[in-house]
């Protein structure tokens, strides 16, 4: 806790920091919820996160294309839920101006907290899914006005179905944890289906469909939904933000969406 007062007190915020809280939520990256009191007694809620830099090593680049994603959607981006706050956690900058804070403990950065707002990791209701769709296509639209040169990859291949493929054989051919025999039936109906691996990647590259900045990672669970109405209020998770296609976000709110467990769901019954 003593190291989280540290970290905090290196970024501007209000008032004085009276509560730490971890938000046990998410597979990549530390969370936690941070509580203030200002001289005039107003509460002002951040979130702080500590990046997993195993995942992302170019700590520069991800939050180079944090910062353009936000400024831009911040005039751009208009959810279904509209609060005050806006459509996406903007950044709280470091006492030095820096987009991030480092020490020995790890990257960490500072953002927007919503209040009166929950998150899904499946659903039942055809609304909820619905809304949901429209705010990761409205996320979309609204960074077509962004030039793709602006933002960067920083997960190269993310959804390369066709290098995904090769890694699954180079995996399959090394059966380091000698799985293989207790999945046949699965490896043969992913190699049944090789013909359509490279479909969408093969048109990215031929210029046969367009190449957008998509948010590459439409988990349902990347949505924030207004306590009252409903209706979507922000999109977070915003470090995937990577030059694709929009079929891939498709697929991927597809993919959640339609599923009847979470995804690391330990009863497979």
Request: charged share 25%; with cysteine; proline share 3%.
């Amino acid at each position: 806790m003593n190291n989280l007062q540290n970290v905090i007190n290196h970024f501007l915020i209000q008032g004085n920091v009276t509560n730490i809280e971890q938000i046990n939520k998410g597979y990549i990256n530390q969370t936690y919820k941070v509580e203030t009191i200002s001289a005039d007694n107003n509460v002002h809620k951040y979130i702080l996160q500590r990046i997993n830099t195993n995942v992302f090593p170019d700590i520069d680049t991800l939050m180079n294309n944090f910062k353009v994603t936000t400024a831009h959607l911040v005039d751009n981006l208009k959810m279904p839920g509209y609060h005050i706050k806006g459509a996406v956690q903007t950044l709280r900058l470091t006492k030095e101006g820096k987009l991030f804070f480092e020490d020995s403990s790890g990257v960490w950065r500072v953002m927007t907290f919503f209040d009166n707002v929950y998150s899904l990791d499946i659903t039942d209701n055809p609304r909820v899914f619905y809304y949901a769709g429209v705010a990761f296509g409205e996320f979309i639209q609204a960074m077509c006005s962004v030039e793709l040169s602006k933002i960067k990859e920083v997960i190269p291949n993310f959804h390369n179905t066709k290098s995904r493929y090769h890694d699954l054989e180079k995996a399959i051919l090394c059966d380091e944890y000698n799985r293989v025999s207790g999945v046949i039936n699965e490896i043969e109906f992913v190699r049944d289906r090789i013909d359509l691996f490279g479909k969408i990647t093969e048109a990215l590259e031929n210029g046969t469909i367009p190449t957008r900045i998509c948010h590459n990672d439409c988990n349902l669970n990347n949505i924030l939904f207004d306590n009252e109405t409903n209706l979507p209020v922000v999109i977070i998770d915003l470090d995937t933000v990577m030059p694709s296609s929009p079929l891939y976000d498709f697929g991927d709110s597809m993919r959640s969406g339609t599923n009847t467990a979470r995804d690391d769901e330990k009863d497979l019954s």
